[in-house]
């Protein structure tokens, strides 16, 4: 961060004073600048920082000792300000009637005024971000080695810290394992996008589209289905015009045409850099408003996993409760860098703002929730159970731990009945079902797909340009 020369030039001017007096100086005699050249020389003097450092108590010099101990000796205001108190700004009369270097009930405050720490801002990944830091030149002259806790045995030993336990759990009664089904949705979707009309109205389909795509799905849940839409635009399978979605056709024919392994990669790929799906807006509970602050869902989304990455267990089971205390109380403002609580307009179904730190478990640790038991579950990312996740192999794969899999599916053809229906399970080739899609009435859904031919059939995939020989190839094709 900055030298003492910078922060102390940064100073309001009638703060100088009361600087001087806490660092032995006769500040009434001097002028602005000789003050900031005489305390940049009487703060790093050993004797005066140790003078300095015996008024403080003990939770004073452990709230020094927690900056020094940190990445570029600096804490986020936000993390900072909760363990220790605002800081207020005052001026030069409220400083002289108020005296908050000589102690204040805001621990911040009291070292702020005393010249010990400063605040700051400084770019993190494209934000500028307030830190609360200690002057570089200030650092090395501080007795950080004179602890409350020197008279120990050991010295460099210190209290550990109640962090949440992150160790494995017993795997838990009732489980619904992960499974790859999302492919054989979104290939329905697709069939359903080239064959017939689907509206869209703020990311969604409209409640007609949705329940008419539902019925044709292997899991009728609303909010998967707009998980889906969401991932398939962002993997560019999707777009819409003027209200309406249709499938990208170069990129469907890939896509449709990969090993199912390599189709899941796409669609979690495109989940996590997805700007289209926005998941605060899909978590029960939160009800989000557009209006006056920004939300960045790839930054957030990233953020967690990364996280995941470090804590959760490669193959065992994990408590989702420890999980979530475990990111609050290291990484609480993962999806807030500024560490803002206040300006973000979120209600919950009461229609009450939720507003401050005091929201975060309703807000960042429902939306960590949200994470594993929707989109990582629907992605076949994660196992889950009762108040408990487990990574599969693609979990694992997508978090880094380990390669992305490789399975070899072995494709079944469709199968052509006497009475003239189609059946097709979630082995048959995905394209080779949308094609089959396209020129059928769809009969039932789930494993196997049922379909049949029928004159309706024939007309619609008429106005596709699928004609008669089309369809004759198809089925020839299929039975050998």
């Known amino acids: 961060m900055r030298n003492l020369f910078a922060t102390l030039s940064d100073y309001d001017l009638g ?22 050249e005489k305390l940049c020389k009487a703060m790093i003097d050993p004797a005066k920082t140790n003078a300095v450092w015996d008024t403080l108590t003990q939770p004073m010099q452990g709230a020094i000792q927690m900056i020094a101990s940190s990445d570029g000796y600096r804490v986020k205001s936000s993390i900072f300000t909760r363990f220790y108190g605002d800081i207020r700004k005052l001026g030069r009369a409220q400083i002289q009637k108020e005296q908050p270097h000589k102690s204040t009930e805001e621990i911040a405050e009291t070292l702020y005024y005393r010249g010990l720490i400063a605040e700051g801002f400084d770019n993190v990944n494209g934000n500028m971000i307030p830190f609360v830091y200690i002057p570089t030149d200030l650092l090395p002259a501080l007795p950080l080695h004179r602890t409350a806790y020197e008279n120990l045995e050991d010295e460099d030993e210190f209290p550990d810290e109640d962090l949440p336990s992150l160790d494995a759990i017993p795997e838990p009664k009732h489980v619904t394992l992960a499974s790859t089904a999302i492919v054989d949705d979104m290939t329905t979707l697709l069939a359903y996008l080239q064959v017939y009309t689907a509206d869209i109205d703020d990311n969604s389909f409209t409640e007609e589209s949705e329940q008419a795509i539902l019925a044709h799905f292997l899991d009728k849940d609303p909010t998967r289905l707009s998980f889906i839409l969401g991932i398939g635009v962002s993997a560019s399978l999707i777009t819409s015009q003027e209200g309406k979605a249709y499938p990208r056709r170069t990129e469907v024919r890939t896509w449709l045409n990969a090993a199912r392994a390599e189709q899941i990669e796409t669609l979690a790929q495109a989940w996590l850099g997805s700007r289209f799906y926005r998941d605060m807006w899909h978590v029960p509970g939160l009800n989000p ?192």
């Open 15 to 36: 703060m100088l004073p009361t600087l001087c007096d806490v660092w032995g100086l006769p500040g009434h005699k001097l002028n602005d600048d000789d003050m900031i």
């Open 289 to 480: 408003d557009d209006s006056g602050w920004s939300y960045d869902a790839i930054g957030a989304r990233n953020s967690v996993m990364g996280l995941f990455t470090e804590l959760v267990p490669e193959k065992d089971w994990m408590s989702i409760t420890t999980l979530i205390n475990t990111i609050k109380e290291i990484e609480p403002d993962f999806q807030r860098p500024n560490g803002d609580y206040d300006s973000w307009y979120i209600r919950n179904d009461d229609g009450e703002f939720l507003n401050g730190f005091e929201s975060w478990d309703a807000i960042e640790g429902a939306l960590i929730e949200y994470y594993m038991i929707g989109p990582m579950h629907w992605l076949g990312l994660m196992n889950i159970g009762e108040d408990a996740v487990q990574l599969t192999a693609y979990g694992r794969a997508m978090l880094q731990i380990e390669e992305w899999p490789q399975y070899k599916e072995e494709e079944h053809p469709i199968e052509i009945r006497d009475d003239g229906m189609l059946i097709a399970s979630r082995r048959v080739n995905r394209f080779d079902r949308f094609q089959l899609a396209r020129f059928t009435d769809w009969r039932a859904s789930g494993d196997p797909f049922v379909y049949a031919l029928s004159a309706d059939s024939i007309q619609r995939a008429g106005a596709q340009g699928i004609k008669p020989e089309h369809i004759q190839a198809f089925i020839k094709r299929q039975i050998g």
